[in-house]
């Protein structure tokens, strides 16, 4: 199955991102009650509603932004941005003591995949091979499930070894994995799949959707002609 290049690396950092967060997940509640000062399954409860509460209070938001904007370089911005983010939260467990210091760990974790989530659909979405989209979709589901299931068994092995440090400082390196396979896209998306030219400090200066490079305005000019 031939897969555009865009589309593959979209796959692989979900892979390592999602498969690193298998390491963490479901360890995550025994963590909190056993090594957390004042840990119980209440702290759970708020720290998981935390993170669900502030994603998607954050998340259509930050994907109507994006949809104001032309073009892949806003989106890869909030892409990698968020994915780094989340990628340094598992380091921070390692340090957290208190059950604030996971709620605000949470927090910022959620805040990362908002970002982050909002960017790689709307980049995949985009880049997708046409009459593969049920089939490409369904890949990249499929290989996250079976990277997350094996990491879920090896995060067990992990803790009962070696301690909860050793699964976050793996889950943390997959993050960093996956950052790294998605800044390797930064020449791709120089120039966007709907042909028009912009980058970073254009999204910071407002460039909008309907505005035309003038390269692009030259040449329907001359198709015209």
């Given at each position: 199955?031939?897969?555009?290049?865009?589309v593959?690396?979209?796959?692989?950092?979900d892979?390592?991102f999602f498969t690193?967060?298998g390491?963490i997940t479901?360890?995550f509640?025994?963590?909190?009650?056993?090594?957390?000062?004042g840990?119980?399954?209440?702290?759970?409860g708020?720290?998981?509603a935390i993170?669900?509460?502030t994603?998607?209070?954050?998340?259509?938001?930050i994907?109507?932004?994006?949809?104001?904007?032309?073009?892949d370089k806003?989106?890869?911005?909030?892409?990698?941005?968020g994915?780094?983010?989340?990628s340094?939260?598992p380091?921070?467990?390692?340090?957290?003591?208190y059950p604030?210091?996971i709620?605000?760990l949470?927090?910022?974790?959620?805040?990362?995949?908002?970002?982050?989530i909002?960017?790689?659909?709307?980049i995949?979405?985009?880049n997708?091979d046409?009459?593969?989209e049920?089939s490409e979709w369904s890949?990249?589901n499929?290989l996250?499930s079976?990277?997350?299931g094996i990491?879920?068994?090896?995060?067990?092995y992990m803790?009962f070894?070696?301690?909860?440090?050793s699964?976050?400082?793996?889950?943390g390196?997959f993050?960093?994995i996956?950052?790294?396979i998605?800044f390797s896209?930064?020449?791709e998306?120089?120039?966007?799949?709907?042909g028009?030219h912009?980058?970073?400090m254009?999204?910071?200066n407002g460039?909008?959707?309907?505005?035309v490079?003038p390269?692009?305005?030259?040449?329907i000019s001359?198709?015209k002609r």
């Amino acid at each position: 199955m031939r897969i555009n290049k865009i589309v593959k690396y979209l796959i692989l950092s979900d892979i390592a991102f999602f498969t690193g967060w298998g390491l963490i997940t479901p360890i995550f509640p025994i963590f909190i009650v056993d090594k957390i000062i004042g840990g119980t399954a209440l702290v759970v409860g708020i720290a998981s509603a935390i993170y669900w509460i502030t994603k998607a209070s954050l998340e259509f938001p930050i994907g109507t932004l994006l949809d104001k904007y032309a073009g892949d370089k806003d989106d890869y911005l909030f892409l990698i941005t968020g994915f780094f983010i989340a990628s340094t939260v598992p380091f921070g467990y390692i340090f957290a003591i208190y059950p604030h210091h996971i709620y605000l760990l949470q927090f910022f974790y959620a805040t990362g995949m908002a970002m982050a989530i909002a960017g790689w659909r709307a980049i995949f979405t985009r880049n997708i091979d046409k009459g593969k989209e049920a089939s490409e979709w369904s890949l990249d589901n499929s290989l996250l499930s079976f990277g997350t299931g094996i990491a879920g068994v090896v995060s067990g092995y992990m803790v009962f070894n070696f301690g909860f440090t050793s699964s976050f400082i793996f889950a943390g390196i997959f993050g960093l994995i996956s950052v790294l396979i998605i800044f390797s896209l930064r020449k791709e998306m120089q120039v966007s799949a709907r042909g028009v030219h912009a980058n970073i400090m254009d999204f910071f200066n407002g460039r909008k959707k309907k505005q035309v490079h003038p390269n692009i305005k030259d040449i329907i000019s001359n198709d015209k002609r």
